[in-house]
């Protein structure tokens, strides 16, 4: 069961925003690293929808899974997105295998039509040419990642699939990355197009976090008051290198 934490409303930090380092920072600086920017050592990303292009229909895929009533109704519930994983788990095996198998159904036409996100090779050639660290977190299945590394040649290590449990918006995945790299999760970013996935993963486990809104559907009323808000919030990935730039000490 996630841990939920009392809301708070924290302003989203635009590219030319400045965040004041935290007590951690410091305990972490080496003599060269710049002492007026926090240090950033790696960066790791969500898959479907960041590192590429949206092509799971996911209000089709609940509706099939859930039927209509119960879509409408938990939607009402949660404004913030339907956690789909989480909710089937409670449901009998017969129906939970059903349910994974029309949830594979959908995965399985989003992967024919895989294709990267505009930015993503440039933000991950600039990262390597940097030296900082790069991971991934999905809620996929390890089938997808491998074929997403396959199909576009780029590596991340540690790729933590839906076979890591507990998987997002549960901090452990991000926790485990920062553990495996041997650094603190405030010198990491996860960025992510989910809100209640990627930055309250992020967030939970004190790491910077960035959310991708390409259509500015995050800028609805709904989502003005939940829990985690981002540091930052871009509309392309090709915004993030300027942001690392500009607010991070890049020192591997
Ligand atoms: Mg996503």
Redesign the pocket.
């Known amino acids: 069961m996630p841990i939920f934490f009392p809301a708070v409303s924290r302003p989203i930090f635009f590219l030319c925003s400045i965040r004041s380092p935290s007590p951690r920072f410091f305990s972490s600086m080496s003599n060269s690293v710049n002492p007026s920017k926090p240090r950033l050592r790696g960066v790791v990303f ?5 590192l590429t292009v ?1 092509v799971i229909d996911f209000p089709a895929m609940y509706r099939a899974v859930l039927g209509e009533d119960e879509y409408v109704s938990i939607r009402k519930q949660s404004p913030s997105g339907i956690d789909i994983l989480h909710h089937i788990e409670s449901w009998s095996p017969d129906r939970q295998r059903k349910a994974y198998q029309i949830i594979a159904d959908y995965e399985k036409q989003g992967l024919d039509r895989l294709q990267i996100m505009p930015g993503a090779s440039e933000l991950c050639g600039f990262l390597d040419a940097r030296s900082i660290r790069r991971g991934l977190i ?2 996929n299945v390890k089938d997808a990642v491998d074929l997403f590394h396959l199909r576009f040649g780029i590596t991340f290590a540690p790729a933590l699939s839906r076979e890591f449990r507990p998987y997002k918006p549960d901090p452990a995945p991000l926790l485990h990355i920062c553990s495996t790299w041997n650094i603190q999760p405030n010198e990491v970013m996860m960025i ?3 809100l209640k ?2 930055v309250a993963c992020g967030k939970r486990a004190g790491a910077f976090t960035c959310l991708l809104d390409q259509t500015g559907r995050y800028n609805s009323p709904e989502y003005k008051h939940v829990e985690f808000q981002p540091d930052y919030k871009i509309t392309s990935l090709d915004e993030v290198v300027k942001l690392l730039e500009d607010d991070f000490d890049l020192a591997p």
């Not at 969500?46 to 960041?50: E, K």
């Open positions: 969500d898959m479907d929808g960041t949206p999905t809620r992510g197009d989910s996935d990627d």
